[in-house]
């Protein structure tokens, strides 16, 4: 008995000790070691000559260039700041998801992919500081004219849109879809392609006739119009305010280091100023970075086509997003308030996310602090770069001017306006019998006035009508008058009377299915 009792003993004594050298070997392995080699590392390193290492989420978007040119890593690190530009294959998801857990301090998106990455993850963990871009012409819809001759030719049940998912390009259709009438085109409009590449690819296997529509970005669409008989439908340039990339900081990083968010704005401002005034500086910074990234393989026609597709926002540019500065300036651009809202309605109109979650408070997505800070400073971008030598001389201007706008145009050209389409405008109510617009009407049309400013380059043709009963020269004249009230009504909101023509249908015509006014716009041939 003894003996047995011994031999548990013993055992148990065993089994104990082995326990106690297994986690003393856990903890030499996880702690112990570790440490002296961490001591060790640090005796016989170096301290870093940086004080901050900032990481920004991105992809390889040649509008993100500046972000990752020499001139601001140089810069940057003479601050002792380093920047990582971090490619994460335009993951919005996986984006956002970084800086909810604080892996990176900044991020580029999209406002449109903000908002939808936003909803679907339940928060906005970062704030805007900084507007970077916005396409004008970057992303267009191209289509085979034996398919399609304008938007409106949309409007079939058969028409596919071929684009990359949760991509401007799918904005773009969003666009579109929102603010034209294509009542018969199918809920299952997207055809799906990865990337920009894999949608010309498509364009160049499909057969002309086919109902198909291919939405896609620079340098893709400098390629699918060589391809015989392609052209462009709709791009982003007659658009305004919609395809926008705007610097998210991570709210908490952004609340306690806003002197290193606002150096960091200062450096890009910098750089871009740089590179736009050497000669061709944003041409080669594109063509260098697309080989850097090994994205695509420009030639200068095509680093051309891509730099004349995206519109840099500036410093001045900027003051106006954020409601800053001189009010001439600040007329000439949309603020960043307003750009959310329309956004939004574009994204709850269509269906991608399915209400509001910011319930209309806008002015929380962004953070105007670090643009009122550079303002009040008198902040010149060409200050201590030696590229100007009279800076009370050389005022840096709004980059908005690189867009064509729309000017008068005499009769004949009216007739040769390319047609885009019909807009999407609840029917227009009058008085029976007469040209009075009803009062839900006037706000009707105050609110189309506001979509138009949207399209600045777009004009407009009033058509009114009426039912085929009564007096066909009586109808014709109310259906002139009609048009005419609603064209006064667009002028006196903000619509120059010169983008805007009225006409009369005959008596009867069932286009708009009786609608007593339809909006068409055109625009002039590209």
Known sequence: MMSERKSKGCLIATVAWCFIFFILAIAYKFLVHPYFTNKLTEDTGSSSRYEHEINIAADSFSGYAVLRSPFLVKWLSDKQIKLNVIDD??????????????????????????????????????SIILVLDETQGGDALVAHESAFKSIQDLNQPSTRLVLTPDSPSEFLARVILAH?????????????EEGSSNVLKDLKRSNPSDKKAFIMWEPHVAKALKESGYKVLLDSSQLKGYIVDVLVAERSFLKDNPSLIETITEGYFRALFHYQNKTDGIQKLITQDANLLDSENLDSQLANAVADGIQWKNTVDNYAH??????????????????????????????????????????TLYYDQVMRSLQSSQFHPGQDLNLIKDLQA??????????????????????SL?????????????VRGSSNVSRSSQREIATLA???????NFYLEVTGQTRAEGNADANKQLAKARAAAVASLLEKNGIPDWRIRTKAAPSGNQNGQFQSVIFSVGQQPY
Do not use: C
Request: hydrophobic fraction near 35%; glycine fraction near 8%; aromatic fraction near 8%.
């Open 322 to 363: 954020f409601g800053i500065g001189q009010q001439s300036t600040v007329m000439s651009q949309t603020y960043l308030e307003d750009i959310i809202g329309n956004i939004m309605s574009v994204l709850i109109k269509t269906k991608s996310i399915p209400s509001d979650p910011l319930n209309g408070q806008y002015h």
């Open 450 to 456: 506001k979509r138009l400013q949207s399209f600045p």
């Open 89 to 126: 294959g335009a993951d919005y998801s996986d984006r956002l998801k970084g800086l909810e857990e604080r892996k990176t301090q900044l991020a580029v998106f999209t406002i449109d992919s903000y908002l939808n990455a936003g909803t679907r993850s339940g928060s906005f963990p970062g």
């Open 418 to 430: 390319m047609p885009v389409g019909e807009l999407q405008v609840n029917a227009i109510g009058f």
């Open 180 to 192: 034209f009438s294509l009542p018969n085109l199918s809920d299952k409009w997207l055809s799906a």
């Open 394 to 415: 050389k005022v840096e201007t709004s980059g908005s001017s690189k867009a064509i706008a729309a000017t008068p145009l005499n009769d004949k050209q009216w007739e």
